[in-house]
């Protein structure tokens, strides 16, 4: 393994609206990349979308001669949309997410009653994939990590010394994701946790997001041993039952996500907009009482 492939380049964009990061993992300039956890634009308020922070992604894998093998994502979010088929559409790439999403879709195809001919079996996606499932991209050798808890179809993906957490951890002093959603657990949770920080002590770790407190810059990569040592839910020494207890509390007081109602129905068809209905139009739904 080469020094490149051992420690393969991250180019992080932050998306400030959703406090999301989106990456592109590459060997160097002109090679293959994967990129994870991409946003497409919306606005509550108007239902419109747009492509600002895709658009950056895209000019950073143009302005590398990048050429994208993989959109993947660490799970269905609810806090952003993604912006995976206007990705592919522009750079090509095949999309992916872990393979318990059917589980998810058919959670979700219930509470926004959607149309009887969405699957709930992944097929939206071109690939699931499984725990310890090989991810190839150009020189780079990655896998998939079944990392379930915030949901129960989060995955991690590894490629070298870099692991692209999903929701299943933040930065140390913010902490850990909730477990609240249909399907979440936080024993569960804790699991994958221990499996992430069971990595080797120099494994670069990526967040998701990033929500900084006390007005500190943004950051978003920090490394298993920081995380053992300060990370404010699930440091050493803290154990499963005071972890559940304290993320058992802590969700109970949380509201729900402004964007998980248009975010979750469209992130569940690999950010497909729904059918557009008869007057050529696509719409959301807004069930009442349902979460």
Aim: proline content about 7%.
């Amino acid at each position: 393994m080469t020094a490149s492939t051992a420690n393969p380049r991250v180019h992080g964009i932050f998306d400030p609206a959703t406090w999301t990061v989106t990456y592109v993992v590459y060997e160097k300039p002109g090679s293959a990349c994967a990129i994870i956890d991409s946003v497409l634009d919306y606005d509550p308020k108007s239902g419109r979308t747009s492509h600002n922070s895709a658009d950056k992604v895209i000019a950073f894998v143009k302005a590398n001669d990048l050429k994208v093998e993989w959109i993947l994502e660490t799970h269905a979010h609810a806090d952003h949309l993604s912006a995976a088929p206007y990705l592919k559409q522009h750079l090509g790439g095949k999309t992916a997410i872990g393979d318990h999403i059917g589980g998810v879709q058919k959670v979700f195809k219930g509470i926004f009653n959607m149309e009887a001919s969405f699957k709930p079996d992944g097929s939206q996606f071109d690939h699931l994939f499984a725990q310890g499932d090989a991810i190839s991209v150009g020189g780079l050798s990655g896998h998939a990590l079944y990392v379930p808890g915030h949901t129960p179809a989060c995955v991690a993906y590894q490629f070298g010394d870099a692991v692209f957490v999903g929701d299943t951890l933040f930065m140390p002093d913010v902490g850990t994701a909730r477990c609240d959603f249909p399907g979440g657990d936080a024993k569960t949770l804790y699991a994958s946790t221990r499996k992430i920080l069971s990595l080797p002590p120099a494994t670069r770790l990526f967040m998701c997001h990033d929500y900084p407190p006390n007005g500190r810059p943004v950051n978003f990569e920090t490394t298993v041993a920081e995380q053992k040592a300060k990370n404010i839910h699930v440091h050493d020494g803290v154990s499963e039952a005071d972890f559940v207890a304290m993320r058992t509390q802590r969700d109970a007081t949380l509201e729900m996500p402004v964007l998980i109602l248009p975010a979750v129905q469209i992130n569940i068809r690999a950010g497909e907009l729904p059918p557009k209905e008869d007057n050529g139009v696509s719409y959301v739904k807004i069930p009442l009482n349902a979460l």
